[in-house]
């Protein structure tokens, strides 16, 4: 009965690990599309815009300029700052500061878009002188956020550039800095006109079992002794002196 639950229970869990993984495959290419289709719109407008800045001159035709130098400029500086964010945390007020500057550029994209399908051209020419100071003060803002970033981040590199070089350098040096390794010293002989202590010339002492053996006469050096009793049998008597 155990073996059956247990059984369940690793079912159940298979299930909702499929079920988690199914659901985060969908929205990451949710993501995936919906950035897609976020691109290919800001390619088309900026596109149509294009078209309208040399197809339709005056105010019209400015209106779309101030639309692109608008839209270009607060692209580029979110570009810059997320790519420099990760790496630099103190971008954290800045990138406070471009949000509160993107809520301002929207409004003003907002109100190009409407002057766009106003059909009274004198109105339209005399917003149009308020419409562009907005724009500047707002490209100028986003461009020295994007600068002040780009050279930020620029400065970090080089400082880095220049730590790296410094410990390299140092490596370097400590590798090329070596010593041959010295042999041991010998024994240092004794002074020339030195006098031998007492016992310096005399060999050395032998040891116990040594001279016990040096004194044991060797065989051809033996004395002749009188034969021993096994040795008469097979010795020849002396002849005896003729007396003749």
């Not at 800045?53 to 997320?82: D, H, I, K, N």
């Amino acid at each position: 009965m155990e073996a059956i639950w247990i059984l369940l229970l690793l079912f159940v869990l298979i299930m909702l690990a499929g079920v988690y993984g199914a659901v985060r495959a969908v929205r990451a290419a949710k993501r995936g599309i919906d950035r897609t289709v976020h691109q290919a719109r800001v390619t088309v407008e900026d596109t149509r815009l294009r078209a309208r800045q040399f197809a339709q001159p005056g105010a019209a035709g400015e209106l779309a300029q101030l639309r692109l130098s608008l839209r270009g400029s607060m692209r580029a500086t979110s570009q810059a700052l997320q790519a420099a964010a990760p790496q630099d945390r103190s971008l954290s007020e800045s990138l406070g500061l471009f949000q509160r500057l993107s809520a301002h550029a929207l409004d003003l994209e907002a109100d190009l878009k409407r002057l766009e399908q106003e059909p009274d051209r004198s109105r339209l020419a005399a917003v149009l002188p308020e419409m562009r100071e907005r724009t500047q003060r707002i490209t100028h803002s986003a461009d020295s956020l994007r600068w002040a970033v780009q050279e930020r981040t620029q400065r970090l590199a080089h400082d880095d550039l220049d730590s790296l070089g410094r410990e390299i350098e140092m490596e370097a040096g400590a590798l090329r800095h070596w010593t041959a390794v010295e042999p041991d010293e010998p024994l240092t002989a004794p002074e020339a006109g030195a006098r031998p202590g007492p016992g310096a010339g005399a060999p050395p002492a032998p040891e116990a079992g040594q001279e016990a053996e040096s004194r044991r006469p060797s065989l051809g050096e033996r004395q002749h002794t009188e034969p021993q009793p096994w040795q008469k049998h097979w010795q020849q008597s002396p002849r005896p002196e003729n007396t003749a």
